[in-house]
């Protein structure tokens, strides 16, 4: 089982614990762990929304308010009417399924959900700016920065004297 899968067994058990505990359990570098912020945004149906959900859209009732003898057959385009709209604050409510950007956009113009907010109130571990991370690979030269080094070991090797100064100028000694 890998690292996160381990981390998150333990952050589900819903007691505290210390990171650098936590490491030596599982046997690893305590600052192996690359933390990444994540935007969660949780909907939640305000008064209206909940009405709709129970009995369904405006549109949907005055739908369902037109009798059967007061419109003729040739008016009515379609016979039956699905809600999206209740399916919708279904999904909101119960968490089924991530909306997209457009149905959120029209859930929030309609005034059926709002941002929880809760994010605002949770408490998190600071970062730990001063932590060392993980060793980069290194050790091999740009191949234009070697052939630099191996041109300046020439000129060396045949008297010349390099200067590093602010134009760099090689003098023959």
């Avoid at 009732?61 to 037109?66: E, P």
């Avoid at 050790?139 to 080094?149: E, K, Q």
């Amino acid at each position: 089982m890998d690292i996160q899968n381990l981390i998150l067994l333990e952050l589900t058990g819903g007691s505290y614990f210390k990171s650098d505990k936590l490491a030596e359990k599982l046997g690893v570098d305590h600052q192996i762990i690359d933390c990444k912020d994540v935007v969660e945004v949780i909907l939640q149906l305000t008064d209206e929304g909940d009405e709709i959900l129970n009995s369904g859209s405006h549109e949907y009732r005055v739908y369902c308010a037109i009798p059967e003898s007061g419109i003729p057959q040739s008016d009515i385009l379609i016979p039956e009417v699905k809600d999206d709209v209740q399916h919708l604050l279904l999904d909101v409510k119960e968490s089924k399924r991530p909306l997209s950007d457009n149905e959120k956009s029209q859930l929030k113009k309609r005034k059926l959900v709002t941002e929880s907010g809760e994010w605002q109130t949770a408490q998190f571990k600071a970062y730990n700016f001063y932590s060392l991370g993980a060793a980069l690979p290194s050790g091999h030269l740009h191949p234009l920065l070697r052939v630099r080094s191996e041109f300046c070991r020439i000129l060396c090797d045949m008297g010349y004297v390099a200067l590093f100064l602010f134009y760099r100028d090689i003098f023959f000694s």
